[in-house]
């Protein structure tokens, strides 16, 4: 069997901190999950770095990982991994902290919603024949997630989800933009 790249071991070990934190936030009734991103507040500004891996209940969990893993996958392919779940993640983050109606946001779902943005928008950047096909095979496994940018209830952090998606085209426009550039 192959070994493991870095890349993949990155992207599970990811899920793998989330599930640990799960487990321990099962034993004290979900109060990790308050160290989300609390908007304008300055305790809430480690939530940018915390949210991903803190969730509100173990179905809210079991939502987010399989998405983040083979949506994370797909970014991986594109050698782009780290770029962007740095960006995402603290772009989009920072942006929910800014903008964010006053609630703690915790999830991946932002995470997932900026490697779809990503995603989707990568290969019109680029012009790659190869991120095209990744960006088709993106929509035809995960385009239905488009709606949660739609889903304004109470209990979804909509803000998350809208604001990773725009870090997500950004880190895609950005790459693009290098690789113009670069040629």
Not at 11 to 24: K, T
Request: charge should be positive.
């Amino acid at each position: 069997m192959k070994e493991m790249t870095s890349g993949t071991k990155l992207l599970l070990g990811g899920a793998a901190i989330m599930w640990l934190i799960e487990i321990v936030n099962l034993f004290i009734n979900h109060q990790l999950s308050h160290y989300g991103i609390v908007p304008r507040e300055v305790s809430g500004l480690i939530g940018i770095v915390l949210a991903p891996f803190l969730h509100w209940s173990l179905p809210h969990l079991i939502g987010n990982t399989i998405p983040f893993v083979i949506l994370g996958f797909l970014v991986l392919q594109t050698k782009q991994l780290v770029f962007v779940s740095l960006v995402v993640g603290l772009g989009g983050g920072l942006l929910v902290w800014l903008f964010a109606r006053d609630a703690a946001h915790a999830g991946a779902s932002g995470l997932i919603m900026g490697y779809f943005g990503f995603l989707i928008s990568h290969g019109f950047f680029t012009r790659s024949i190869r991120s095209i096909l990744i960006s088709v095979v993106a929509v035809i496994f995960y385009g239905g997630i488009v709606f949660s940018l739609l889903d304004f209830r109470s209990h979804i952090s909509f803000e998350g989800h809208i604001f990773g998606f725009i870090a997500g085209v950004a880190a895609a426009w950005q790459l693009g933009r290098s690789k113009k550039q670069s040629s």
